[in-house]
């Protein structure tokens, strides 16, 4: 073989490993987010309140018995939610949902979204008529942007037959973060009780991993705040 055929060879070669390299590039893939495959319900309900804001600010408070994990949890499903929502929209500059921590309840008074994680469910403000997590906000429709929302969580809740006690295991918390934030966003329930991320319930005995936000809940938020971010 002559020497300008090997650098021809070695050039096509060249190029088609970067072909192969870029083709699967992770930052090409969606890793937030997958597309909705259950079509029994085409669309999400939405709230009658939207955030009139550049940024997002959640706050996470938690008992002191609640171990780490739990605030790291509630921390990474807000970040499923704005990289989701940026990788949706193809807009990496918006969509600023931050989390953070808190040490006291009263540091949570200048933010946006206050999350709450309890020992029990028995510490819910509103038990008890909830036992299981939940999130209440209150908006004034006469003046934008004015949204107060609190998001309560637990790794201990009752059971809907008011009588079982549950541990929840790990990807069942997770999934209820990902949820009651869904709806501090606007998003509200399915008609189907299961299986969808914003069914109004879960069932861990039968999913053995938390639901994927997908297509159907992205399309519903960029519905409600076109491509550009909250504000």
Known sequence: MT????????????????????????????????????FEETSVPVARYHWSEDIIDSCIYKDENVPNKYYAWAKLAAQQWRQALREYTDNQQAWELTARYVSSQSELRSCDVRVFIFDSYMDFPDYPSQTGAYTSVKFDEGSEGEIDANVYLSPFILHGDGETEIDLPSYAFRNSAVHELGHVLGLGHMQSARGYLMSPQFDFWEEDDQLSITTLELEALVSVYGNDGFD
């Open 3 to 38: 020497i300008r055929k090997l650098l021809l060879a070695a050039l096509a070669a060249a190029v088609a490993a970067a072909f192969l390299v870029s083709s699967f590039d992770p930052a090409f893939a969606a890793n937030y987010y997958a597309d909705q495959t259950n």
